[in-house]
């Protein structure tokens, strides 16, 4: 690799990892975050063009953050100097006190709590969840805008100003950087939690485009994930959402095959699982358990994370054991009741006990709560074809991929509405 792209590489690096820590510590200093992302950018441009001819520092984070406070300081001076001079000049409207700049040079540089407080404030109810997801992966995750379009398929004039109106809000609203407490932090906890889960899903299983998956934007809701399960170790719902997307993580290498066509879990190669993902997951799983039966309430990551550890504990799709996870997708349904619980949980019976209980599920479910969504016929069609109904098989799998938005998924749900058809004219 030529010199100047390991620097570039090494300033990305560093940005990715240091970047929340830097703005949450601008955030608390300034009590600014518009001005906080913006010293912290000019940081990260000081840093592309000067680290090329001065070489990578011992300690970039430190040289970001020692350039981010001087043109800091250099903004509040020249701010300073300029209310002086229009007093001066007798048009100042001060009201009898005058705004004090302050003392960054003084201000301790990082507070690991300022990262848990920019991502309860780029979580804050005054916004709508897709602007707290554009917010938190540019704040949080370090995004640029570019990348965050791309991540969701989006303009990115779109997601900028799906950002900018973000910031607008939370000034209007007059979103304090502090962390909330009592019921109120239980409830922002819950949405922060929500929108990496979003952020991991979007790039686990995209929505719409002509990807299977868009494993940059997963890695990120994992780093997220973690980043969230070390500064609140003992909520054990925050180490069972860790769990759940480091286990599930762990599949991405085999979801695809050597053409780029996904493969379902059952026919995955288990040998290309990440195991060290695996073992992360199953330890913050444990963390989690422990701290459930010390009486920390649990919830629906923890139980998605539960039945996702069976998974990975299961060498060949025969040794999944089926009845546990129907079992916890029973306890599922009465935590977290909703359509995608149930459209799981009838997967889960089907196999458990056979394709009519998971088809009796099913019929239960009010379809129309999931809107045009595919994933209630191509769940149909797979348990009609377990039992043999290859004809109404077919036809829910051709009404799916009518229904999907992503490319990859509907030549997948193409090719088995094909494949039931055949058999159906193949028996006649």
């Avoid at 997963?218 to 969230?228: P, T, V």
């Avoid at 762990?250 to 993902?277: C, F, Y």
Wanted: charged residues 25%.
């Amino acid at each position: 690799m030529p010199p100047e792209n390991a620097t570039a590489e090494t300033i990305t690096t560093a940005w990715r990892a240091e970047s929340a820590r830097l703005v949450g510590a601008l955030t608390r200093m300034t009590r600014d975050i518009d001005l906080a992302e913006d010293l912290a950018q000019d940081a990260l441009v000081a840093a592309l063009e000067q680290w090329p001819d001065t070489g990578i520092p011992a300690n970039p984070a430190a040289w970001l953050m020692t350039t981010a406070k001087r043109r800091g300081i250099d903004h509040f001076r020249r701010a300073d100097n300029l209310r002086r001079k229009t007093e001066e000049l007798g048009h100042a409207q001060t009201g009898g006190g005058q705004e004090q700049v302050p003392e960054l040079d003084t201000q301790v540089d990082y507070i690991e709590d300022d990262v848990l407080r920019l991502i309860f404030m780029t979580c804050h109810p005054s916004l709508t969840p897709d602007s707290r997801a554009a917010l938190t992966l540019r704040l949080v995750g370090g995004l640029t805008t570019s990348e965050i379009a791309r991540g969701f398929l989006a303009a990115e004039s779109t997601i900028g100003q799906r950002i900018s109106r973000a910031k607008k809000t939370l000034s209007e609203a007059r979103a304090e950087f502090e962390l909330p407490t009592g019921a109120d932090r239980d409830r922002r906890l819950d949405d922060v939690m929500a929108v990496i889960y979003l952020i991991f899903n979007e790039g686990y299983s995209a929505a719409a485009g002509e990807h299977w998956m868009r494993p940059d934007l997963a890695n990120e809701g994992i780093r997220l994930a973690r980043m969230l399960a070390a500064l609140a170790p003992h909520e054990p719902e925050v180490l069972g959402l860790q769990a759940l997307l480091e286990i599930q993580g762990s599949r991405i290498d085999a979801r695809l095959d050597e053409h780029g066509a996904p493969v379902l879990l059952e026919a995955q190669d288990r040998t290309r699982w990440n195991q060290v993902l695996i073992g992360r997951g199953l330890v913050a799983l444990e963390q989690a358990r422990v701290l459930a039966a010390r009486g920390r309430p649990v919830g629906k990551y923890f139980l998605q994370a539960s039945i996702a550890a069976q998974h990975a504990r299961a060498k060949t799709p025969d040794d999944t054991d089926w009845r546990q996870i129907a079992k916890l997708y029973d306890i599922l349904a009465e935590a977290a009741p909703g359509p995608i619980v149930e459209v799981n949980r009838a997967v889960a019976h089907g196999r458990a006990f056979d394709p009519h209980a998971g088809l009796a599920i099913l019929e239960e479910l009010d379809a129309t709560q999931l809107g045009d969504s595919p994933l209630v016929p191509s769940v149909r069609g797979d348990l009609l074809e377990r039992a043999g109904l290859h004809a109404g098989a077919g036809e829910s799998f051709a009404e799916a991929a009518a229904r999907t938005r992503n490319e990859a998924e509907r030549a997948v749900l193409r090719r088995r509405a094909e494949e039931n058809v055949a058999r159906v004219s193949k028996s006649r």
